[in-house]
Every structure is written in C-alpha cells, then in structure tokens.
C-alpha cells in the first residue's frame, strides 16, 4: 500500500492568512495530487504536479498555488485564506496518470 | 447534467445482506476508480478497473465503457462496511479523474 501523509490533519485559519498543507509520499511516485472535498460532495482537483519543480493547474485552481521541491514532498499553499476555502483537502500520488491514486488522511480546514 | 451520477445516494443495509452500487458517466470514459470514506473521513482506494470485472472478499466491481456505467457490489454486509462510497473517472479526452457525489451506505445490526 503507498504511504501518503499529509500535515497537518487539522488547522483553524484567520481569513487573510497564510495557509501551507504538506503532502509527503514515500513510494517514489511521479504524480502528486492535491483535491478538495466539501461535506457532502465528492473531490475536486486543485493542482497536480508530475514531477518536481512543476505544478500545473486542476480544475479548481483560483486562489490555491502549489509547490514540488522535490519528487516525494507536494504542498498547497493558500496566500490569503477565504471562508470558501474550508474544506476538507486530500493528497494523492500515483505512478503515472494512467494508475491508481493512493490518498492520503486528508486535513480538515477550518477558515473563520 | 452531471458528467458522473452516483445511484442511489444512500442506501441501508443489514447485516449480512447484499447490494449494488452504480456509477453512470455521460461520455465514454476509460477507467473507473471505487473509494471508500470510512467514519473518520479517510479514502480508502478500493478497485482500479480500465476494463471487466474484479474481485475482492466481499467486494465485486464491474466497469462497462460502451454502456458508461459501473458497479460496485457489496456481499454479507459488515458494519465495518458503512461510509460513503466513491467512484471516479478518468476521462477519454483527460487523464483526470472525476469524482461522483458518492453513496452513503449504513450497515445495520
């Protein structure tokens, strides 16, 4: 099974504020994934990346960036955080875009 | 209307019981993806399928491009079982996958 972690699991964000979520996978995957989930719905995709130092948009990428140092680490940045963007958002990496996506925990956003 | 239909959107099972779940996409898509969020809201990948059928203990995925349709069936329900269940696609056109609203299935004693 790949291991996918995400940090932190939760966090509470003043709007305005700086938001980074960090993705760390150990299975050498080329693909990485970052998806919202708001309740009751499935996952969107914000950004992805398929290999490091490149990020290339989702479907929703409006007031998200994203950053691959390197091929194991993936992050989600929100530079001024909005009430909109509470959700829960998941990590995922694969081996190419054509395989399985393994998830990771998720981390609960919480912006007031 | 929405590219990925989740049918139904909940459903309740007892113990034991047996029950399909169906994923309908509006385009021929190449690959289905089943995911369960379990209670603490982690996704736990189920089955990948570009083509057929597979099989795993209790759990039985099918995935027909032609007719744009799969299904996820469940056999002798456990409570473990409860959550909602996911399916995804991926697209002809796109590698991306496209999440349904998903199935939210309760396990009864």
């Known amino acids: 099974e790949a291991a996918v972690t995400q940090s932190p699991r939760s966090k509470v964000a003043v709007t305005g504020g700086k938001v980074t979520l960090s993705c760390h996978q150990t299975?050498?995957?080329?693909?990485m994934y970052w998806y919202r989930q708001d309740t009751g719905h499935g996952l969107r995709l914000i950004h992805y990346s398929y290999v490091a130092d490149s990020t290339e948009k989702g479907d929703i990428p409006d007031g998200y960036k994203a950053s691959r140092p390197s091929q194991e680490n993936f992050s989600l940045i929100l530079e001024l955080a909005s009430l909109s963007q509470t959700a829960v958002y998941f990590c995922?990496?694969?081996?190419?875009?054509?395989?399985?996506?393994?998830f990771g925990p998720g981390t609960r956003l919480l912006v007031l | 209307g929405m590219p990925v239909e989740q049918n139904p959107p909940a459903l309740s099972l007892y113990e034991g019981a047996e029950s399909g779940l169906r994923c309908n996409f509006s385009t021929t898509m190449k690959g289905v993806q089943w995911f369960q969020q379990n209670h603490r809201g982690r996704l736990i990948t189920l089955f990948y399928l570009a083509q057929g059928t597979k099989e795993n203990g209790r759990l039985k995925s099918t995935f027909n491009s032609k007719e744009r349709y799969s299904t996820l069936h469940i056999k002798d329900a456990q409570l473990e079982d409860s959550g909602t269940y996911f399916c995804a696609v991926a697209s002809s056109g796109s590698w991306q996958l496209i999440f349904g609203s998903g199935t939210q299935l309760t396990v009864m004693p």
């Open positions: 299975n050498n995957h080329d693909y």
């Open positions: 995922a990496s694969s081996v190419d875009n054509q395989d399985t996506q393994y």
